[in-house]
């Protein structure tokens, strides 16, 4: 069984798998409302709903020492009749201990568990600047990175993409 630490402090036996979260952070952040003020009396007297595009992204950089910097990027555009509303992105970090895992154990951690973890700070500052920029709050809805992953790893090996899996 692998060992879980939030301090990254070594607990478990030499040889056994280590995973600890050593630091959250944010690494980079950016709000922009290009077309305010004119834009918030358009948001009040428009007809249709905002349009919303979330872009999501991840990287892992490994730093040595069984170390890995993984930030989970989200870009969110709100248009309105064509036009930027708001344009919100984070960068959200973190720095993981992963030790002593096989190569697909280590691959999951990197490409689920971590941006799960990450997630849930990134939605707080997306949402943050949202209402910060003068704009009605946006909580961006839960993400089923383990599905994401999955479908990665399906698409990379080639295979089709099922509903039921």
Do not use: W
Request: net charge negative; aromatic share 8%; with cysteine.
């Amino acid at each position: 069984m692998a060992e879980i630490t939030a301090n990254g402090q070594n607990n478990g036996p030499a040889g056994q798998p280590q995973l600890a979260l050593q630091k959250i952070y944010v690494k980079d952040v950016s709000f922009e409302a290009p077309n305010a003020p004119q834009i918030f009396q358009e948001v009040g007297e428009i007809s249709e709903a905002p349009q919303v595009q979330l872009n999501l992204t991840q990287r892992a950089t490994g730093l040595g020492n069984d170390l890995y910097e993984v930030v989970l990027s989200l870009t969110l555009t709100c248009t309105v009749n064509d036009r930027t509303a708001y344009l919100a992105e984070v960068h959200q970090a973190g720095l993981f201990g992963i030790a002593g895992f096989s190569e697909a154990d280590h691959a999951g951690i990197i490409g689920s568990y971590c941006p799960n973890l990450l997630f849930p700070y990134a939605r707080q500052v997306i949402s943050s600047l949202v209402q910060e920029g003068g704009f009605p709050p946006f909580l961006l809805q839960p993400i089923n990175f383990e599905a994401l992953y999955a479908e990665q790893q399906r698409r990379v090996a080639g295979e089709p993409h099922t509903l039921n899996s």
